[in-house]
């Protein structure tokens, strides 16, 4: 008898590549065009012509355009230290340290801190560098379901007996939800659990809170949490990430972070730029104002039109249609009006839950929002009065 041929790695790709265009969830990449939507640059700082101007005098200025090497080793320089100290003030802690990115940071931060042994609370819509960070420590995990409170505290008390640490771990406002977190309510649970927590502010970083300085400053609850997470490709328009919190937790970040010892520094005019772009987000009210009136009109006319928005309260605001066909006709047919936008379908988001997710910025104006929500509406209209029945659901 022959012996079977064994599948190739390539083949394997293939099959597998296959088999997510089958399900309508094969991905690609592609540029924007048109109103762009899809943009995490909420105040609208990456064209802002004094960022560039802050960016382009910082690498004429610089002796050096590479870094040349890890912060502990030729790397470090004067003007990451100072902007740490700027980005320690930002948020209200008392040091900071920065990362290539917000995934690097997240990961560094959790994979080092939590031990075998600890357990960590984690809330179900959390972002993927979460997840990742709370895999490679080794500790047991409790995921709890998403802002289920409730649930969170039975979780601790249950584990009450733990000798190890508990730890909460949770965004501040969710990136496919865009609901913002109860801090009130879950600094409380922490405190009676004696539980600590970790916040990842990646898209409250220069949009919420005083300043733009996130929801645990607008609760003023910097110094009652372990570390805040704080990204700068968002809303700072700049690269990279920062854990904010004790001078001890980053000494021990910079002793035991691997996404950190192990990196090559970014080179010292990127530290300027993020410096400049924090300047201009400390005085950006109108540009936050903004933002929160035209997210509200959207999701107004969303949901007087019937349309699920879930419990966006930020802007981030999603439009739950449910399966992948009709989040792909709606996407196709709002980029036909002009609209950058991308269907999020799993496992991205949870089976059953694909949706058109608006990421709104300050460049977005009221009547960009108007006829985007009717774009929407006579989408998703067309698509059900042509489908077969059942075959397209919201």
């Known amino acids: 008898m022959a012996k079977a041929s064994k599948e190739t790695m390539s083949q394997r790709m ?33 064209t802002n012509p004094l960022l560039k101007q802050a960016l382009a005098e910082a690498a004429s200025q610089t002796e050096l355009t590479g870094s040349t090497g890890s912060r502990l080793l030729s790397g470090n320089s004067r003007a990451w230290e100072e902007v740490e100290a700027d980005f320690a003030a930002f948020a209200g802690t008392e040091a900071a340290l920065y990362f290539s990115s917000g995934y690097a940071a997240n990961v560094g ?9 600890d357990i960590v609370f984690s809330d179900a819509a959390n972002h993927a560098s979460l ?17 289920d409170l409730q649930s969170l505290e039975n979780e601790l008390r249950k584990h009450a007996g733990s000798p190890g640490a508990r730890v909460i771990v949770t965004e501040s406002v969710f990136s496919m939800e865009g609901d913002i977190i109860s801090l009130d ?24 809170g005083p300043q733009g300085r996130g929801v645990v400053a607008e609760w003023g609850a910097e110094r009652d949490v372990l570390a805040i ?22 000494d021990y970040l910079v002793n035991h972070a691997r996404t950190f010892i192990f990196s ?12 400049a772009a924090l ?47 009709l989040a792909l006709h709606v ?64």
């Open 229 to 250: 997470v704080h990204t700068c490709g968002k809303a700072l328009a700049s690269a990279g990430g920062f854990v904010c919190g004790s001078k001890t937790l980053r």
């Open 331 to 394: 996407a196709s047919a709002l980029q036909r009006e002009g609209f950058a936008v991308r269907a999020i379908r799993p496992p991205t988001v949870p089976r059953g839950t694909a949706r058109i997710r608006i990421s709104l910025t300050a460049k977005i104006s009221f009547e960009d929002v108007h006829r985007l929500a009717a774009a929407i509406d006579a989408a998703c209209k067309s698509a059900r009065s042509a489908a077969p029945a059942g075959a397209v659901h919201a």
């Open 14 to 46: 293939a099959r597998e590549l296959d088999a997510l265009r089958e399900q309508s969830q094969l991905r690609s990449l592609e540029t924007t065009a048109g109103i762009n939507l899809i943009s995490n640059d909420y105040l609208g700082l990456a």
């Open 264 to 275: 090559t520094a970014a080179p010292p005019y990127l530290a300027r730029q993020i410096q």
């Open 109 to 117: 931060l959790l994979s080092s801190l939590l031990k075998p042994g």
């Open 185 to 208: 309510a879950l600094l409380g649970i922490a405190n009676q659990c004696g539980a600590e927590l970790v916040i990842d502010e990646a898209h409250a970083t220069g949009v919420c």
């Open 131 to 147: 997840i990742d960070g709370i895999r490679l420590s080794r500790a047991t995990k409790v995921i709890y379901p998403h802002a």
């Open 279 to 325: 300047a201009l987000a400390l005085k950006a009210e109108q540009e936050r104002t903004h933002l929160r009136e035209i997210a509200s009109a959207l999701r107004d006319a969303l949901t007087a039109a019937g349309h699920n928005c879930g419990a966006s309260a930020s802007h981030i605001v999603p439009v739950i249609l449910g399966s992948n066909e």
